[in-house]
């Protein structure tokens, strides 16, 4: 199947690079492009896409912006939005997350990254850089955040054992084949507890349930999936 993709950057330079690099791959589809958070809106609308390239800093609507109005609009909800800049700082990582982004990449990656990325974000995975998870972890989820905790606690009590258990597995970065393997279940099933697991605490992929398993301790810094 092939996956459609919408591209917003206010440098039209970028925005051909980006077009020409994913154009040389056969599963991948660039079906709009926009210049501004507001035509990212309307593109998006308009061509429903499977996963949007999103800049940060554009001109009128910016990027956070839109991504958030795409999160809260159900009728997009199977778009995908992997926020796309050159300023991966902390501070836009946790925007990103909380704006409802599905990934978060430099725009130093290269060509075969970008690809994979789009993939890995249209297959429900969630998608942070590296350097972008070390500094998310170590600045912002390392931090109990008192005034939430109440809040917090009370949706892990929806959890059952297992699905909080999925829920640490995906904070630490493994995927549903490994979450799989590690539980000694099938990858259906283990996509099942991860899903329910999102149902529950209302998140809206992965990249939401990494954020709440490190808020709520369930995964601590510096601990591996050993």
Known sequence: MTIRVAIADDQALIRAGFAAILGTHDDIEVVAEAADGHEALDAVRGTRPDVVLMDIRMPGLDGLAATEAISADPDLAGVRVVVLTTFESDDYVVAALRAGAAGF?????????????????????????????????????????????????ERLADLTEREREVVTLVGLGLDNAQIAERLVVSPHTAKT???????????????QLVVLAYQTGLVQPGRTTD
Request: proline share 5%.
């Open 105 to 153: 990449l430099g725009k130093d990656v290269g060509p075969q990254g970008l690809a994979e990325a789009i993939r890995v974000v249209a297959a429900g995975e969630a998608l942070l850089s590296p350097r972008a998870t070390r500094s998310l972890i170590d600045r912002h989820l390392a931090v109990p955040i008192a005034a939430t905790t109440d809040r917090v606690d």
């Open 193 to 207: 507890h991860v899903n329910r697991a999102m149902a529950k605490v209302g998140a809206r992929d992965r990249a």
